[in-house]
């Protein structure tokens, strides 16, 4: 169990992630990330301290500017741990996102509610409406081809953005590697402009 927080600055997104027991109570943080504004490739990087002397993991677009792009996670020697990219098409009308492993796994994610994401569109869609922030909060699972759930990415009512993300046990009896489990999270939020 996971809590990312959003904190809000000039010039960049910056999270940070705390582990959390299965009460909810926060056990310390684990670390935080930085996400440039404008940038024409985008990219990610998890450090361990604030001085930012010690990153830890990261994603990175594959191509420049590209709504189809493939983004890949790595550690922090540079080897690839996972991988993700959004499934435009269907995304037109549900949020969906396809998430790999280095094993070969995938894994879907959609937006929990459909509802919530027609609702979204139609909000985005009205001109004096749309410049309004959408007053609706954003779930997300990820399942693997037999439905059972890989990552949840829950958000809180809050006036910052602030997410419960699990990661549960999969068919092997382990979770996923929680770097690219919360290399997915941030980017819910850091690649939707939520």
Request: glycine share 6%.
């Amino acid at each position: 169990r996971y809590l990312l927080r959003q904190k809000l600055t000039m010039m960049v997104n910056r999270y940070e992630i705390v582990r959390q027991d299965e009460s909810g109570n926060e056990l310390g943080l684990l670390c935080f990330a930085e996400q440039k504004r404008v940038a024409a490739k985008e990219q990610v990087t998890f450090y361990t301290d604030s001085a930012k002397t010690h990153p830890l993991f990261g994603f990175k677009a594959r191509k420049r500017i590209d709504l189809r792009s493939t983004y890949d996670v790595t550690d922090s020697q540079g080897q690839p741990i996972g991988w993700f990219k959004k499934q435009f098409k269907a995304s037109l009308v549900n949020s969906t996102w396809t998430l790999g492993l280095p094993d070969g796994r995938e894994f879907v994610g959609r937006e929990r509610n459909a509802k919530v994401a027609v609702a979204r569109r139609v909000w985005e869609l009205v001109p004096v409406i749309g410049e309004i922030p959408v007053p609706f909060l954003f779930h997300f699972d990820f399942v693997a081809p037999d439905g059972s759930l890989a990552l949840s990415s829950t958000k809180k009512a809050s006036v910052k953005d602030v997410y419960h993300v699990t990661l549960p046990a999969l068919g092997d009896g382990r979770p996923m590697d929680w770097r690219v489990g919360m290399s997915m999270a941030v980017a819910l939020d850091a690649l939707q402009s939520r």
